[in-house]
């Protein structure tokens, strides 16, 4: 990779609203299982950039072996 | 006919001009159906290109039923067999097979101009194009073709494990002209959808709401989703128990089956006791009253800031709320959550009802948002 670095956003923050009130949190994509980006490869656009950064990171660490 | 078409050009008659290529292309299409010993005709997307006499609008406009047509499945070109394109191609049509089907004719009957498009093609390239010009943004020297051919295999090899996970984020798309987009995702363990007709209906419904209520605002995702799907997990108890929830990027997504079907808090409106903003009498009160809130939610990203930690979105809008006196104003009981739910109360109950404070109406104002502001009101 020439610049090594993510460049998509990784925290994604999210409201949800329950019956009894709301609930807030950070969806983090960096810590995120393989399996759960794949679930949500149409839902979330990060989800495919942060596959597309993995699968590089993968090519450049086997490339240095 | 170029001649024609240079003369056309001499005389900067545009309308001249688009007769003479219209022509030329009628001609040209026609010479492929003699006899059958020519090739079939291919459709061209873009027959009309950048020639400086035309605009770029209205070379839009004049390669827009051109572009309808070479849409269409049969006149799409077809990869080479066994190339990772067809690898895609079949993935697509596996998509396509796999969406919730849903009632055409009622949706094109729905106020709104709505359509369904349930083909995959145009989830499978918005993959591409997302995964393209993120390999551009790591690696920017990679020219177009190189890109295209280092995130082909990655989409495909993405796609396959989507489909292997009979994934429940799965969904089919309705649109508007206006850009605006329903998504009705598919049951777990079904392709059956999630919403139905009259779920549906009320989400259009929402949006015409806001539409007319509301001005300047930007195309705006609903998605209608089922009770074990997409929630954040980490998020707890309040799992079991959300109607909706909303993220940057991601839109407003609603969950029908969570909406109170039995125990609704109708009757008179009351800041001080009221659950919400707005009184909820029915299904359709509650389907509309969180539809209208997540697009509240998603507006306040729009114009406040799409994350709260990176842009400061929340402070954004917690400080326009001391500005312009928003700030400890009574909409509902679940308004007094936060700034962020006060804020998608009370934008529920201005698109609702028309109804809002003075305040909050300055705050609207500051991003353009009133519906005084909208052009010709």
């Given at each position: 990779?020439?610049?090594?670095?993510r460049?998509h956003?990784?925290?994604?923050?999210?409201l949800?609203?329950t019956?009894?009130g709301a609930?807030e949190?950070?969806l983090?994509?960096?810590?995120?299982s393989?399996?759960?980006?794949?679930?949500?490869?149409?839902?979330?656009?990060?989800?495919?950039s942060?596959i597309v950064?993995?699968?590089?990171?993968?090519?450049?660490d086997?490339?240095?072996? | 006919?170029?001649a024609d078409?240079?003369?056309a050009?001499r005389?900067s008659?545009?309308?001249?001009?688009?007769?003479?290529i219209?022509?030329?292309?009628?001609?040209?299409?026609?010479?492929f159906d003699?006899n059958?010993?020519?090739r079939?005709?291919?459709f061209?997307?873009?027959p009309?290109?950048?020639?400086?006499?035309l605009s770029?609008a209205?070379?839009?406009?004049l390669?827009?039923?051109y572009?309808a047509a070479?849409?269409?499945?049969e006149n799409?070109s077809?990869?080479a067999?066994g190339?990772?394109s067809?690898?895609?191609?079949?993935?697509?049509?596996?998509?396509?097979a796999?969406?919730p089907k849903?009632?055409e004719?009622?949706?094109?009957?729905?106020p709104?101009?709505?359509?369904?498009?349930?083909?995959?093609?145009?989830?499978?390239?918005?993959?591409l194009?997302?995964?393209?010009?993120?390999?551009?943004?790591?690696?920017?020297?990679?020219?177009?073709?190189?890109?295209k051919?280092r995130t082909l295999?990655?989409?495909a090899?993405?796609?396959d494990?989507?489909m292997a996970q009979?994934?429940?984020?799965?969904?089919?798309?309705i649109?508007?002209g206006?850009?605006?987009?329903?998504?009705?995702?598919?049951q777990?363990?079904?392709?059956?959808?999630?919403?139905?007709?009259?779920?549906i209906?009320?989400?259009?419904?929402s949006?015409?709401?806001?539409?007319?209520?509301?001005?300047?605002?930007?195309p705006?995702?609903?998605?209608i989703?089922?009770?074990?799907?997409?929630?954040?997990?980490g998020?707890?108890?309040g799992?079991?128990r959300?109607m909706?929830?909303?993220?940057?990027g991601?839109?407003?997504?609603?969950?029908?089956?969570r909406?109170?079907?039995?125990n609704?808090?109708?009757?008179e409106?009351?800041?001080a006791?009221?659950?919400?903003s707005v009184?909820q009498?029915n299904?359709?009160?509650?389907?509309?009253?969180t539809?209208?809130?997540e697009v509240?939610h998603?507006?306040?990203?729009?114009?406040?800031?799409?994350d709260?930690w990176?842009?400061?979105g929340m402070?954004?809008?917690?400080?326009?709320y001391?500005?312009?006196?928003?700030l400890?104003?009574?909409?509902?009981l679940?308004?007094?959550?936060?700034?962020a739910e006060?804020?998608?109360e009370?934008?529920?109950?201005y698109?609702?009802?028309g109804d809002?404070?003075s305040?909050f109406r300055?705050l609207?104002?500051?991003k353009?948002?009133?519906k005084?502001?909208k052009k010709?009101?």
């Amino acid at each position: 990779m020439k610049n090594g670095k993510r460049n998509h956003e990784t925290k994604i923050p999210y409201l949800i609203d329950t019956q009894d009130g709301a609930l807030e949190g950070v969806l983090d994509l960096e810590t995120m299982s393989d399996d759960e980006l794949i679930t949500r490869l149409f839902e979330i656009p990060e989800a495919i950039s942060e596959i597309v950064y993995r699968e590089l990171a993968q090519e450049l660490d086997n490339t240095k072996e | 006919l170029p001649a024609d078409s240079d003369a056309a050009t001499r005389e900067s008659s545009k309308k001249e001009y688009i007769d003479a290529i219209d022509k030329m292309l009628e001609s040209h299409r026609a010479s492929f159906d003699s006899n059958g010993t020519m090739r079939a005709y291919k459709f061209e997307a873009i027959p009309y290109r950048e020639d400086g006499i035309l605009s770029k609008a209205e070379i839009a406009k004049l390669n827009a039923p051109y572009q309808a047509a070479a849409n269409k499945p049969e006149n799409r070109s077809k990869p080479a067999p066994g190339s990772l394109s067809a690898r895609v191609d079949k993935l697509t049509k596996s998509i396509a097979a796999s969406v919730p089907k849903l009632d055409e004719n009622f949706i094109s009957n729905l106020p709104g101009n709505w359509r369904v498009i349930s083909d995959g093609s145009s989830l499978v390239n918005r993959l591409l194009s997302v995964s393209k010009s993120s390999l551009l943004g790591i690696e920017p020297s990679s020219s177009p073709g190189e890109s295209k051919a280092r995130t082909l295999p990655i989409v495909a090899r993405a796609l396959d494990r989507f489909m292997a996970q009979r994934t429940k984020g799965l969904y089919t798309e309705i649109v508007n002209g206006r850009g605006d987009v329903i998504r009705v995702y598919a049951q777990a363990r079904n392709n059956g959808a999630i919403a139905t007709n009259e779920d549906i209906k009320y989400t259009s419904a929402s949006l015409d709401k806001i539409r007319s209520q509301v001005s300047a605002i930007k195309p705006i995702t609903l998605s209608i989703v089922g009770p074990s799907s997409l929630l954040p997990s980490g998020s707890g108890s309040g799992n079991s128990r959300a109607m909706g929830y909303a993220f940057p990027g991601g839109g407003g997504h609603i969950l029908p089956n969570r909406i109170d079907r039995n125990n609704l808090s109708g009757g008179e409106y009351n800041p001080a006791t009221s659950w919400h903003s707005v009184p909820q009498n029915n299904y359709q009160d509650g389907f509309e009253h969180t539809a209208i809130h997540e697009v509240g939610h998603v507006m306040m990203y729009q114009y406040w800031g799409t994350d709260s930690w990176l842009d400061n979105g929340m402070s954004n809008l917690e400080s326009d709320y001391r500005k312009y006196g928003v700030l400890g104003q009574k909409i509902s009981l679940y308004g007094q959550k936060s700034v962020a739910e006060h804020f998608a109360e009370a934008f529920a109950r201005y698109v609702s009802t028309g109804d809002a404070t003075s305040e909050f109406r300055d705050l609207l104002r500051s991003k353009g948002l009133l519906k005084s502001q909208k052009k010709g009101a």
